[in-house]
Protein backbone atom coordinates (compact mmCIF):
# COMPACT_ATOMS: atom_id res chain seq x y z
CA UNK A 1 0.00 0.00 0.00
CA UNK A 2 1.31 3.09 -1.12
CA UNK A 3 -0.05 5.47 1.44
CA UNK A 4 -2.78 5.61 4.72
CA UNK A 5 -1.64 2.92 6.27
CA UNK A 6 1.38 0.95 8.23
CA UNK A 7 0.16 -2.47 6.70
CA UNK A 8 0.81 -3.93 10.10
CA UNK A 9 -1.24 -5.54 12.97
CA UNK A 10 0.05 -6.60 15.95
CA UNK A 11 -1.80 -9.59 17.65
CA UNK A 12 -1.11 -10.92 21.28
CA UNK A 13 -2.18 -13.34 23.27
CA UNK A 14 -2.06 -13.18 26.65
CA UNK A 15 -2.96 -16.22 27.60
CA UNK A 16 0.94 -17.67 25.97
CA UNK A 17 2.14 -14.24 26.55
CA UNK A 18 2.81 -14.23 22.40
CA UNK A 19 2.98 -11.87 20.11
CA UNK A 20 2.79 -12.00 16.38
CA UNK A 21 2.70 -9.05 13.40
CA UNK A 22 0.86 -9.79 10.75
CA UNK A 23 0.43 -7.87 7.50
CA UNK A 24 -2.88 -5.98 6.23
CA UNK A 25 -3.90 -6.86 2.94
CA UNK A 26 -4.52 -3.89 0.55
CA UNK A 27 -7.65 -6.03 -0.68
CA UNK A 28 -9.07 -6.25 2.95
CA UNK A 29 -8.28 -2.36 3.73
CA UNK A 30 -9.88 -1.38 0.72
CA UNK A 31 -12.93 -3.94 1.55
CA UNK A 32 -13.62 -2.14 5.42
CA UNK A 33 -11.24 0.29 5.19
CA UNK A 34 -9.76 0.34 8.93
CA UNK A 35 -11.66 1.51 12.64
CA UNK A 36 -14.92 0.19 12.84
CA UNK A 37 -15.03 -2.20 9.47
CA UNK A 38 -11.78 -3.65 9.82
CA UNK A 39 -12.75 -4.47 13.64
CA UNK A 40 -16.28 -6.04 12.55
CA UNK A 41 -14.52 -8.29 10.07
CA UNK A 42 -12.08 -9.46 12.50
CA UNK A 43 -14.79 -10.17 14.86
CA UNK A 44 -16.82 -12.44 12.84
CA UNK A 45 -14.11 -14.00 11.14
CA UNK A 46 -12.69 -14.74 15.04
CA UNK A 47 -15.72 -15.49 16.86
CA UNK A 48 -19.07 -17.66 17.46
CA UNK A 49 -22.15 -17.68 19.28
CA UNK A 50 -20.49 -19.86 21.79
CA UNK A 51 -18.05 -17.01 22.47
CA UNK A 52 -18.40 -15.88 26.02
CA UNK A 53 -17.91 -11.84 26.04
CA UNK A 54 -15.42 -12.27 29.49
CA UNK A 55 -14.03 -15.24 28.42
CA UNK A 56 -10.37 -15.64 26.72
CA UNK A 57 -11.89 -16.84 23.48
CA UNK A 58 -13.25 -13.40 22.89
CA UNK A 59 -11.38 -10.63 20.58
CA UNK A 60 -10.51 -7.23 21.70
CA UNK A 61 -9.78 -5.16 19.02
CA UNK A 62 -8.19 -1.34 18.87
CA UNK A 63 -8.23 -0.34 15.29
CA UNK A 64 -7.15 3.11 13.65
CA UNK A 65 -8.28 4.00 10.17
CA UNK A 66 -6.66 4.77 7.21
CA UNK A 67 -7.06 8.76 7.77
CA UNK A 68 -5.81 8.73 11.73
CA UNK A 69 -2.69 9.89 11.98
CA UNK A 70 -2.91 12.31 8.81
CA UNK A 71 -3.61 15.74 8.47
CA UNK A 72 -7.31 15.37 7.96
CA UNK A 73 -9.65 17.39 10.56
CA UNK A 74 -10.52 15.55 13.57
CA UNK A 75 -8.78 12.24 12.34
CA UNK A 76 -7.09 11.40 15.68
CA UNK A 77 -9.62 8.81 16.34
CA UNK A 78 -9.72 4.94 17.27
CA UNK A 79 -12.43 2.53 17.32
CA UNK A 80 -12.54 -0.77 20.03
CA UNK A 81 -14.66 -3.49 18.98
CA UNK A 82 -15.68 -7.01 20.84
CA UNK A 83 -18.20 -8.97 22.01
CA UNK A 84 -20.31 -6.87 23.96
CA UNK A 85 -20.64 -8.16 27.96
CA UNK A 86 -23.55 -6.17 28.47
CA UNK A 87 -25.66 -6.90 25.09
CA UNK A 88 -23.95 -10.23 24.33
CA UNK A 89 -24.13 -8.92 20.77
CA UNK A 90 -21.77 -6.49 18.51
CA UNK A 91 -19.80 -4.05 20.74
CA UNK A 92 -17.77 -1.54 19.70
CA UNK A 93 -17.11 2.32 20.71
CA UNK A 94 -15.72 5.20 18.83
CA UNK A 95 -13.29 7.15 20.91
CA UNK A 96 -11.05 11.22 20.29
CA UNK A 97 -8.18 11.71 22.30
CA UNK A 98 -4.43 10.83 20.90
CA UNK A 99 -3.85 7.37 21.15
CA UNK A 100 -5.27 6.10 17.91
CA UNK A 101 -2.54 8.81 16.33
CA UNK A 102 0.19 7.54 18.56
CA UNK A 103 -0.85 3.91 17.94
CA UNK A 104 -0.26 4.49 14.67
CA UNK A 105 3.42 6.06 14.92
CA UNK A 106 3.93 3.60 16.80
CA UNK A 107 3.87 1.13 13.86
CA UNK A 108 0.31 -0.68 13.50
CA UNK A 109 -2.72 0.18 12.27
CA UNK A 110 -4.74 -2.06 14.68
CA UNK A 111 -3.65 -4.28 17.79
CA UNK A 112 -6.17 -7.76 18.20
CA UNK A 113 -5.77 -9.44 21.79
CA UNK A 114 -7.05 -12.96 22.93
CA UNK A 115 -6.44 -14.79 26.12
CA UNK A 116 -6.64 -14.27 29.65
CA UNK A 117 -3.11 -12.77 31.48
CA UNK A 118 -2.12 -15.31 34.54
CA UNK A 119 -1.38 -11.71 36.60
CA UNK A 120 -2.27 -8.04 34.92
CA UNK A 121 -0.23 -6.85 32.50
CA UNK A 122 0.15 -4.05 30.63
CA UNK A 123 1.03 -3.88 26.78
CA UNK A 124 4.11 -1.53 25.37
CA UNK A 125 4.20 -0.56 22.24
CA UNK A 126 7.30 1.31 20.88
CA UNK A 127 8.16 2.26 17.44
CA UNK A 128 7.29 -1.21 15.95
CA UNK A 129 7.98 -3.51 18.94
CA UNK A 130 6.21 -4.46 21.89
CA UNK A 131 5.98 -5.84 25.02
CA UNK A 132 3.41 -7.49 27.55
CA UNK A 133 4.75 -5.83 31.17
CA UNK A 134 3.35 -6.50 34.81
CA UNK A 135 0.89 -4.53 35.90
CA UNK A 136 0.41 -5.61 39.35
CA UNK A 137 1.56 -2.33 41.15
CA UNK A 138 -1.16 -0.30 38.75
CA UNK A 139 -4.12 -3.04 39.41
CA UNK A 140 -6.70 -0.80 41.79
CA UNK A 141 -5.57 2.31 40.57
CA UNK A 142 -7.46 4.69 38.54
CA UNK A 143 -7.45 5.60 35.17
CA UNK A 144 -5.82 8.85 36.10
CA UNK A 145 -3.23 7.67 37.88
CA UNK A 146 -2.72 4.67 35.41
CA UNK A 147 -2.52 6.60 32.52
CA UNK A 148 0.27 8.99 34.39
CA UNK A 149 1.88 5.47 35.14
CA UNK A 150 2.11 3.95 31.92
CA UNK A 151 3.50 7.59 30.00
CA UNK A 152 5.91 7.40 32.42
CA UNK A 153 7.31 3.79 32.52
CA UNK A 154 7.31 4.01 28.36
CA UNK A 155 7.58 7.64 27.90
CA UNK A 156 6.30 10.57 28.93
CA UNK A 157 5.30 11.76 24.99
CA UNK A 158 3.47 8.51 24.56
CA UNK A 159 -0.72 7.97 24.93
CA UNK A 160 -2.77 5.00 26.28
CA UNK A 161 -5.90 3.55 27.21
CA UNK A 162 -6.62 2.10 30.38
CA UNK A 163 -8.94 0.76 32.48
CA UNK A 164 -10.05 1.76 36.16
CA UNK A 165 -11.69 -0.40 39.32
CA UNK A 166 -14.89 -0.59 37.25
CA UNK A 167 -13.64 -3.06 33.94
CA UNK A 168 -11.00 -5.02 36.64
CA UNK A 169 -14.12 -5.70 38.52
CA UNK A 170 -16.35 -6.39 35.36
CA UNK A 171 -19.00 -4.21 35.36
CA UNK A 172 -20.98 -4.48 32.59
CA UNK A 173 -20.79 -0.65 32.03
CA UNK A 174 -16.97 -0.40 32.19
CA UNK A 175 -15.51 2.20 30.08
CA UNK A 176 -11.73 2.57 28.40
CA UNK A 177 -10.61 5.54 29.10
CA UNK A 178 -8.01 7.67 27.73
CA UNK A 179 -5.76 11.49 28.21
CA UNK A 180 -5.56 11.23 31.47
CA UNK A 181 -7.70 13.81 32.97
CA UNK A 182 -8.97 14.92 30.29
CA UNK A 183 -11.42 11.57 30.02
CA UNK A 184 -11.80 10.89 26.56
CA UNK A 185 -13.98 7.57 26.73
CA UNK A 186 -14.88 4.51 24.54
CA UNK A 187 -17.46 4.02 26.83
CA UNK A 188 -20.36 2.17 25.10
CA UNK A 189 -21.07 -1.66 25.44
CA UNK A 190 -18.88 -2.77 28.51
CA UNK A 191 -15.72 -3.11 27.15
CA UNK A 192 -13.83 -2.04 29.75
CA UNK A 193 -14.51 -4.84 31.20
CA UNK A 194 -13.67 -7.38 28.56
CA UNK A 195 -10.30 -5.83 29.32
CA UNK A 196 -10.48 -6.48 32.72
CA UNK A 197 -11.43 -10.27 31.99
CA UNK A 198 -8.05 -10.20 30.05
CA UNK A 199 -6.55 -8.71 32.82
CA UNK A 200 -5.04 -6.17 30.61
CA UNK A 201 -4.44 -3.12 32.50
CA UNK A 202 -3.89 -0.79 29.63
CA UNK A 203 -2.28 -0.25 26.06
CA UNK A 204 0.46 2.32 25.78
CA UNK A 205 2.10 3.28 23.01
CA UNK A 206 4.61 6.21 21.73
CA UNK A 207 6.04 6.46 18.01
CA UNK A 208 8.00 9.02 15.63
CA UNK A 209 6.90 7.13 12.01
CA UNK A 210 4.99 9.26 10.10
CA UNK A 211 1.63 7.91 8.51
CA UNK A 212 2.35 7.79 4.39
CA UNK A 213 0.37 10.64 2.03
CA UNK A 214 0.15 9.54 -1.16
CA UNK A 215 0.01 13.42 -2.41
CA UNK A 216 0.27 15.51 0.23
CA UNK A 217 -0.17 18.80 -1.87
CA UNK A 218 -3.67 17.21 -2.89
CA UNK A 219 -4.59 16.24 0.19
CA UNK A 220 -3.70 19.65 2.16
CA UNK A 221 -5.35 22.04 -0.63
CA UNK A 222 -8.42 19.68 -0.60
CA UNK A 223 -8.75 20.34 3.39
CA UNK A 224 -8.23 23.92 2.95
CA UNK A 225 -11.25 24.06 0.89
CA UNK A 226 -13.83 22.79 3.97
CA UNK A 227 -11.51 23.45 7.02
CA UNK A 228 -13.49 26.93 7.01
CA UNK A 229 -17.13 25.32 7.03
CA UNK A 230 -16.16 22.95 9.48
CA UNK A 231 -14.89 25.75 11.67
CA UNK A 232 -18.09 27.82 11.09
CA UNK A 233 -20.49 25.21 11.26
CA UNK A 234 -18.93 24.30 14.86
CA UNK A 235 -18.74 27.73 16.49
CA UNK A 236 -21.20 26.29 19.08
CA UNK A 237 -19.27 23.05 19.72
CA UNK A 238 -16.43 25.53 20.24
CA UNK A 239 -17.76 27.78 22.57
CA UNK A 240 -20.04 25.61 25.18
CA UNK A 241 -18.90 22.42 24.21
CA UNK A 242 -21.00 19.74 23.29
CA UNK A 243 -23.78 20.87 25.95
CA UNK A 244 -24.26 23.62 24.01
CA UNK A 245 -28.17 22.49 22.55
CA UNK A 246 -28.80 21.29 25.95
CA UNK A 247 -31.13 24.14 26.45
CA UNK A 248 -32.54 24.25 22.86
CA UNK A 249 -33.08 20.47 23.49
CA UNK A 250 -34.91 21.07 26.11
CA UNK A 251 -36.96 23.11 24.61
CA UNK A 252 -37.91 21.11 21.62
CA UNK A 253 -38.87 18.46 23.79
CA UNK A 254 -35.33 16.38 22.93
CA UNK A 255 -33.75 16.35 26.60
CA UNK A 256 -34.96 12.93 28.70
CA UNK A 257 -36.27 14.03 31.82
CA UNK A 258 -36.85 11.76 34.94
CA UNK A 259 -36.09 8.86 33.03
CA UNK A 260 -38.52 10.06 29.86
CA UNK A 261 -41.16 10.31 31.61
CA UNK A 262 -41.15 14.58 32.45
CA UNK A 263 -41.83 17.00 29.37
CA UNK A 264 -40.20 19.93 30.45
CA UNK A 265 -37.81 20.85 32.70
CA UNK A 266 -36.94 25.01 31.86
CA UNK A 267 -35.09 26.90 34.48
CA UNK A 268 -33.01 23.73 35.54
CA UNK A 269 -31.99 22.73 32.44
CA UNK A 270 -30.15 26.15 32.14
CA UNK A 271 -28.04 25.63 35.49
CA UNK A 272 -26.38 22.34 33.72
CA UNK A 273 -26.28 23.96 30.32
CA UNK A 274 -22.75 24.57 28.50
CA UNK A 275 -23.71 28.13 28.45
CA UNK A 276 -23.55 27.95 32.24
CA UNK A 277 -20.57 25.62 32.37
CA UNK A 278 -18.66 28.44 30.27
CA UNK A 279 -19.94 30.80 32.77
CA UNK A 280 -19.01 29.19 35.81
CA UNK A 281 -16.59 26.41 35.75
CA UNK A 282 -14.72 26.39 32.74
CA UNK A 283 -11.17 27.01 32.50
CA UNK A 284 -10.66 26.28 28.79
CA UNK A 285 -11.02 24.08 25.96
CA UNK A 286 -9.17 21.39 24.48
CA UNK A 287 -8.42 19.45 21.57
CA UNK A 288 -8.31 15.60 20.33
CA UNK A 289 -5.16 15.25 17.72
CA UNK A 290 -5.94 16.61 14.25
CA UNK A 291 -8.89 18.23 15.58
CA UNK A 292 -9.84 22.09 14.25
CA UNK A 293 -12.79 22.32 16.61
CA UNK A 294 -12.18 21.96 19.89
CA UNK A 295 -15.36 20.89 21.77
CA UNK A 296 -13.38 19.41 24.78
CA UNK A 297 -13.85 21.07 28.16
CA UNK A 298 -11.14 21.75 30.72
CA UNK A 299 -12.84 22.59 34.09
CA UNK A 300 -12.05 23.43 37.70
CA UNK A 301 -14.84 22.13 40.30
CA UNK A 302 -14.90 22.57 44.27
CA UNK A 303 -15.97 19.49 45.00
CA UNK A 304 -15.02 15.70 44.86
CA UNK A 305 -11.68 13.68 44.66
CA UNK A 306 -10.40 16.35 41.49
CA UNK A 307 -11.77 19.96 43.77
CA UNK A 308 -9.17 22.78 42.53
CA UNK A 309 -7.88 20.63 39.90
CA UNK A 310 -8.54 20.99 36.58
CA UNK A 311 -10.45 18.08 34.72
CA UNK A 312 -12.13 16.76 31.63
CA UNK A 313 -15.61 18.59 31.72
CA UNK A 314 -19.19 16.55 31.16
CA UNK A 315 -20.34 15.83 27.85
CA UNK A 316 -23.93 16.78 26.59
CA UNK A 317 -24.91 12.98 27.13
CA UNK A 318 -22.90 13.13 30.89
CA UNK A 319 -25.74 16.48 31.42
CA UNK A 320 -27.97 14.24 30.50
CA UNK A 321 -27.97 11.20 31.97
CA UNK A 322 -26.78 12.58 35.67
CA UNK A 323 -28.50 15.44 35.38
CA UNK A 324 -32.17 15.68 34.00
CA UNK A 325 -32.32 12.16 33.85
CA UNK A 326 -32.18 12.29 37.91
CA UNK A 327 -33.57 15.53 38.41
CA UNK A 328 -30.20 17.43 39.28
CA UNK A 329 -29.60 20.76 38.19
CA UNK A 330 -26.40 21.15 40.45
CA UNK A 331 -23.64 21.56 38.09
CA UNK A 332 -20.47 21.05 40.41
CA UNK A 333 -22.34 17.44 41.47
CA UNK A 334 -22.92 16.27 37.56
CA UNK A 335 -18.82 17.28 36.92
CA UNK A 336 -18.14 15.81 40.03
CA UNK A 337 -19.97 12.78 38.80
CA UNK A 338 -18.43 12.81 35.39
CA UNK A 339 -15.26 13.14 37.29
CA UNK A 340 -15.95 9.75 39.27
CA UNK A 341 -16.88 7.85 35.90
CA UNK A 342 -13.77 8.71 34.41
CA UNK A 343 -11.70 7.90 37.50
CA UNK A 344 -13.40 5.00 38.14
CA UNK A 345 -13.76 3.73 33.87
CA UNK A 346 -17.87 3.89 34.01
CA UNK A 347 -19.93 4.73 30.87
CA UNK A 348 -21.74 8.13 31.76
CA UNK A 349 -24.91 7.11 29.58
CA UNK A 350 -25.31 3.96 31.22
CA UNK A 351 -24.34 4.98 34.55
CA UNK A 352 -27.07 7.90 34.81
CA UNK A 353 -29.33 5.90 32.88
CA UNK A 354 -29.35 3.28 35.31
CA UNK A 355 -29.32 4.89 38.43
CA UNK A 356 -32.66 7.30 37.15
CA UNK A 357 -34.25 3.65 36.55
CA UNK A 358 -33.24 2.54 40.06
CA UNK A 359 -34.97 5.83 41.25
CA UNK A 360 -37.85 5.35 39.50
CA UNK A 361 -38.19 1.74 41.35
CA UNK A 362 -37.64 3.31 45.08
CA UNK A 363 -40.22 6.10 43.94
CA UNK A 364 -42.46 3.15 43.11
CA UNK A 365 -42.01 1.09 46.24
CA UNK A 366 -39.81 -1.66 43.78
CA UNK A 367 -37.06 -0.92 45.79
CA UNK A 368 -36.26 0.66 49.31
CA UNK A 369 -33.39 1.70 51.36
CA UNK A 370 -32.89 -1.52 53.08
CA UNK A 371 -31.87 -2.81 49.62
CA UNK A 372 -29.66 0.08 48.50
CA UNK A 373 -27.66 0.09 51.64
CA UNK A 374 -29.25 2.72 52.79
CA UNK A 375 -29.19 5.28 50.13
CA UNK A 376 -32.07 7.34 49.80
CA UNK A 377 -32.76 7.00 45.82
CA UNK A 378 -35.08 10.17 45.93
CA UNK A 379 -34.76 12.44 42.69
CA UNK A 380 -32.78 15.40 42.73
CA UNK A 381 -31.01 13.94 45.28
CA UNK A 382 -27.05 14.59 44.44
CA UNK A 383 -25.36 13.18 47.04
CA UNK A 384 -27.35 9.67 46.62
CA UNK A 385 -26.62 9.66 42.86
CA UNK A 386 -22.73 10.67 43.71
CA UNK A 387 -22.51 7.51 46.62
CA UNK A 388 -24.50 5.15 43.92
CA UNK A 389 -21.42 6.27 41.31
CA UNK A 390 -18.99 5.63 43.62
CA UNK A 391 -20.00 1.92 44.55
CA UNK A 392 -21.19 1.05 41.01
CA UNK A 393 -17.45 1.98 39.76
CA UNK A 394 -16.39 -0.40 42.84
CA UNK A 395 -18.85 -2.85 42.71
CA UNK A 396 -19.97 -2.65 46.47
CA UNK A 397 -23.84 -3.61 47.72
CA UNK A 398 -26.38 -2.49 45.73
CA UNK A 399 -24.11 -0.67 42.94
CA UNK A 400 -22.88 -4.16 42.17
CA UNK A 401 -26.36 -4.79 40.84
CA UNK A 402 -26.81 -1.43 39.13
CA UNK A 403 -23.21 -2.11 37.38
CA UNK A 404 -24.78 -4.60 35.21
CA UNK A 405 -26.93 -2.05 33.37
CA UNK A 406 -30.68 -1.60 33.63
CA UNK A 407 -31.57 -4.77 31.99
CA UNK A 408 -30.02 -7.15 34.39
CA UNK A 409 -30.93 -4.97 37.46
CA UNK A 410 -35.01 -5.23 36.24
CA UNK A 411 -34.65 -8.53 36.08
CA UNK A 412 -33.18 -9.11 39.51
CA UNK A 413 -35.23 -6.79 41.29
CA UNK A 414 -38.58 -8.18 39.35
CA UNK A 415 -41.99 -6.78 39.30
CA UNK A 416 -42.82 -3.76 37.06
CA UNK A 417 -39.05 -3.24 37.18
CA UNK A 418 -38.50 -3.77 33.72
CA UNK A 419 -41.27 -1.43 32.26
CA UNK A 420 -39.11 1.19 33.75
CA UNK A 421 -35.41 0.41 32.20
CA UNK A 422 -34.85 2.19 29.05
CA UNK A 423 -32.93 0.03 26.69
CA UNK A 424 -32.62 -1.50 23.29
CA UNK A 425 -30.63 -5.01 23.11
CA UNK A 426 -29.20 -4.15 26.66
CA UNK A 427 -28.06 -0.93 25.96
CA UNK A 428 -29.51 2.07 27.56
CA UNK A 429 -30.60 4.59 25.36
CA UNK A 430 -28.65 7.98 24.73
CA UNK A 431 -29.91 10.99 25.37
CA UNK A 432 -31.77 12.07 22.28
CA UNK A 433 -35.96 11.46 22.36
CA UNK A 434 -37.44 9.96 19.84
CA UNK A 435 -40.78 11.21 21.13
CA UNK A 436 -38.96 14.57 19.47
CA UNK A 437 -37.60 12.96 15.98
CA UNK A 438 -38.99 9.98 14.55
CA UNK A 439 -36.55 8.60 12.88
CA UNK A 440 -34.35 8.77 16.28
CA UNK A 441 -37.08 5.32 16.92
CA UNK A 442 -35.76 3.65 14.10
CA UNK A 443 -32.01 4.50 14.36
CA UNK A 444 -32.12 3.24 18.08
CA UNK A 445 -34.07 0.05 16.87
CA UNK A 446 -31.54 -0.82 14.23
CA UNK A 447 -28.49 0.09 15.42
CA UNK A 448 -26.10 -2.52 15.51
CA UNK A 449 -24.38 -2.21 19.35
CA UNK A 450 -28.11 -1.56 20.70
CA UNK A 451 -29.76 2.02 21.78
CA UNK A 452 -27.20 4.64 20.29
CA UNK A 453 -27.78 7.80 18.37
CA UNK A 454 -24.19 8.42 16.86
CA UNK A 455 -24.94 4.76 14.09
CA UNK A 456 -26.77 7.15 12.04
CA UNK A 457 -27.12 10.68 13.38
CA UNK A 458 -30.64 11.41 11.95
CA UNK A 459 -31.43 13.44 14.86
CA UNK A 460 -29.08 15.68 13.55
CA UNK A 461 -30.64 15.94 9.89
CA UNK A 462 -33.74 16.69 11.69
CA UNK A 463 -32.93 19.31 13.77
CA UNK A 464 -30.45 21.44 12.13
CA UNK A 465 -28.53 20.15 8.96
CA UNK A 466 -28.85 18.45 5.62
CA UNK A 467 -27.10 16.32 3.39
CA UNK A 468 -27.50 16.96 -0.55
CA UNK A 469 -25.57 14.36 -1.74
CA UNK A 470 -28.44 11.74 -0.50
CA UNK A 471 -31.38 14.30 -1.36
CA UNK A 472 -31.59 16.27 1.75
CA UNK A 473 -30.87 19.99 1.65
CA UNK A 474 -32.20 21.04 4.72
CA UNK A 475 -33.11 19.53 7.71
CA UNK A 476 -36.34 17.49 7.79
CA UNK A 477 -39.69 17.44 9.38
CA UNK A 478 -39.16 15.47 12.75
CA UNK A 479 -42.86 14.45 13.04
CA UNK A 480 -42.93 13.41 9.88
CA UNK A 481 -42.37 9.29 9.55
CA UNK A 482 -42.46 8.86 5.98
CA UNK A 483 -38.93 8.34 4.19
CA UNK A 484 -37.52 8.35 7.42
CA UNK A 485 -36.67 4.45 7.05
CA UNK A 486 -34.49 5.73 3.93
CA UNK A 487 -32.81 8.16 5.61
CA UNK A 488 -31.79 6.34 8.73
CA UNK A 489 -30.03 3.22 6.69
CA UNK A 490 -28.58 5.84 4.28
CA UNK A 491 -27.13 7.81 7.42
CA UNK A 492 -25.72 4.64 8.79
CA UNK A 493 -23.39 3.83 6.12
CA UNK A 494 -22.13 7.47 6.21
CA UNK A 495 -21.58 6.89 9.96
CA UNK A 496 -20.00 3.27 9.20
CA UNK A 497 -17.33 4.95 7.39
CA UNK A 498 -16.62 8.14 9.37
CA UNK A 499 -16.33 5.44 11.93
CA UNK A 500 -13.38 3.37 9.66
CA UNK A 501 -11.80 6.06 8.18
CA UNK A 502 -11.60 7.54 11.19
CA UNK A 503 -13.37 11.35 11.30
CA UNK A 504 -15.04 12.60 13.84
CA UNK A 505 -19.30 12.85 12.88
CA UNK A 506 -18.98 16.67 14.41
CA UNK A 507 -17.09 17.32 10.83
CA UNK A 508 -21.00 16.51 9.02
CA UNK A 509 -22.18 20.27 11.18
CA UNK A 510 -19.45 21.30 8.85
CA UNK A 511 -20.57 20.43 5.73
CA UNK A 512 -18.20 17.52 4.80
CA UNK A 513 -19.23 15.27 2.28
CA UNK A 514 -18.85 11.79 0.63
CA UNK A 515 -17.60 13.62 -2.23
CA UNK A 516 -14.88 15.13 0.59
CA UNK A 517 -14.09 11.43 1.75
CA UNK A 518 -13.39 9.91 -1.23
CA UNK A 519 -10.74 12.83 -2.30
CA UNK A 520 -9.03 12.62 1.59
CA UNK A 521 -8.79 8.77 1.20
CA UNK A 522 -7.56 8.52 -2.32
CA UNK A 523 -4.91 11.19 -1.96
CA UNK A 524 -3.61 10.00 0.89
CA UNK A 525 -3.84 5.95 -0.11
CA UNK A 526 -3.00 6.34 -4.15
CA UNK A 527 -6.33 4.64 -5.27
CA UNK A 528 -9.01 5.55 -7.50
CA UNK A 529 -11.66 5.24 -4.80
CA UNK A 530 -15.29 6.02 -6.45
CA UNK A 531 -18.15 8.28 -4.74
CA UNK A 532 -20.63 4.98 -5.36
CA UNK A 533 -17.34 2.50 -4.34
CA UNK A 534 -17.40 3.99 -0.82
CA UNK A 535 -20.95 4.43 -0.46
CA UNK A 536 -21.55 0.73 -0.63
CA UNK A 537 -18.49 -0.23 1.65
CA UNK A 538 -20.24 1.63 4.48
CA UNK A 539 -23.20 -0.20 3.20
CA UNK A 540 -21.39 -3.61 3.33
CA UNK A 541 -19.96 -3.01 6.87
CA UNK A 542 -23.14 -2.13 8.47
CA UNK A 543 -24.93 -5.39 7.01
CA UNK A 544 -21.55 -7.10 8.13
CA UNK A 545 -22.54 -6.14 12.03
CA UNK A 546 -26.07 -7.06 10.66
CA UNK A 547 -25.80 -10.56 10.11
CA UNK A 548 -22.48 -10.68 13.14
CA UNK A 549 -25.90 -10.23 15.47
CA UNK A 550 -28.14 -12.22 13.41
CA UNK A 551 -26.21 -14.99 13.81
CA UNK A 552 -26.81 -14.42 17.18
CA UNK A 553 -30.49 -14.62 17.03
CA UNK A 554 -31.09 -10.72 16.55
CA UNK A 555 -34.51 -10.39 14.16
CA UNK A 556 -36.64 -7.95 14.24
CA UNK A 557 -38.56 -8.52 17.44
CA UNK A 558 -35.25 -7.15 19.30
CA UNK A 559 -35.35 -4.37 16.92
CA UNK A 560 -37.52 -2.08 19.16
CA UNK A 561 -37.38 0.54 21.84
CA UNK A 562 -39.42 0.57 24.89
CA UNK A 563 -43.08 1.00 25.08
CA UNK A 564 -42.83 4.13 27.56
CA UNK A 565 -41.37 5.48 23.89
CA UNK A 566 -43.79 3.78 21.98
CA UNK A 567 -46.70 4.73 23.87
CA UNK A 568 -46.43 7.18 26.68
CA UNK A 569 -46.62 10.69 25.59
CA UNK A 570 -44.50 13.36 26.88
CA UNK A 571 -47.06 15.64 27.68
CA UNK A 572 -45.96 19.26 27.70
CA UNK A 573 -42.97 20.92 26.10
CA UNK A 574 -41.84 20.71 22.64
CA UNK A 575 -42.52 17.48 21.71
CA UNK A 576 -45.71 17.27 23.82
CA UNK A 577 -47.89 14.55 22.15
CA UNK A 578 -45.82 13.31 19.34
CA UNK A 579 -45.38 8.84 19.35
CA UNK A 580 -42.87 7.39 16.77
CA UNK A 581 -44.80 5.05 14.67
CA UNK A 582 -41.90 2.67 14.67
CA UNK A 583 -43.62 -0.32 12.74
CA UNK A 584 -44.29 1.32 9.22
CA UNK A 585 -40.43 2.73 9.68
CA UNK A 586 -39.27 0.06 10.05
CA UNK A 587 -41.35 -1.71 7.40
CA UNK A 588 -39.78 0.68 4.58
CA UNK A 589 -36.17 0.46 6.09
CA UNK A 590 -36.15 -3.48 5.86
CA UNK A 591 -37.45 -2.77 2.00
CA UNK A 592 -34.53 -0.09 1.35
CA UNK A 593 -32.12 -2.78 2.96
CA UNK A 594 -33.27 -5.71 1.04
CA UNK A 595 -33.55 -7.64 3.76
CA UNK A 596 -36.58 -9.84 4.75
CA UNK A 597 -39.41 -9.10 6.89
CA UNK A 598 -37.69 -10.49 10.22
CA UNK A 599 -34.75 -8.06 9.41
CA UNK A 600 -31.98 -10.59 8.13
CA UNK A 601 -30.10 -9.47 5.09
CA UNK A 602 -30.79 -11.64 1.96
CA UNK A 603 -28.74 -13.55 0.62
CA UNK A 604 -28.71 -11.48 -2.59
CA UNK A 605 -28.32 -7.83 -0.60
CA UNK A 606 -24.77 -10.01 0.70
CA UNK A 607 -23.63 -11.06 -2.87
CA UNK A 608 -24.10 -7.95 -4.05
CA UNK A 609 -21.94 -6.85 -1.22
CA UNK A 610 -19.48 -9.37 -1.62
CA UNK A 611 -20.60 -10.86 1.89
CA UNK A 612 -21.95 -13.94 0.53
Given at each position: MRGGYIGKILRVDLTTGTMAVESLPENKARAYLGGSGLGARILYDETSPATDPLGPENVLIVATGPLTGTSAPTSGRHEIIARSPLTGIYGESDCGGTFGAELKAAGFDAVVVTGTAAEPVYLAIFNGEAELRPAAHLWGQDTYATDEALRKELDPRGAAISIGPAGEKLALIASIMNDGREGRAAGRAGLGAVMGSKKLKGIVARGTQDVPVFNPEAMKESIRTVASDIMEGTKGFQTNGTANGLVGFEQIGDLPIKNWRQGSWAEPALNISGQRMTETILTRRYFCKSCIIGCGRRVKIDRGLSAGMEIGGPEYETLAALGAMCLIDDLQAVAEANDLCNRLGLDTISTGATIAFAMECYERGLISQKDTDGVELTWGNAEAMLEMVR?????????????????????????????????????????????????????????????????????????????????????????????????????????????????????????LSIANMVDWLNWTTGWDTTFDELVTTGERIFNLKRVYNVRLGVDRAADTVPQRILTEERGEGGAAHNLPPLDSMLDEYYRYRGWDENGRPTPQKLAELGLA
Open positions: RMGQREGFGRLLSEGSRRAAEAIGGDAPRYAIHTKGLELPMHDPRAYNSAAVGYATSNRGACHLQALSHAFEGRIGFPEFGYPGPLDRFASEGKGVMVARMQHVMCLLDSLKLCKFTLFGK
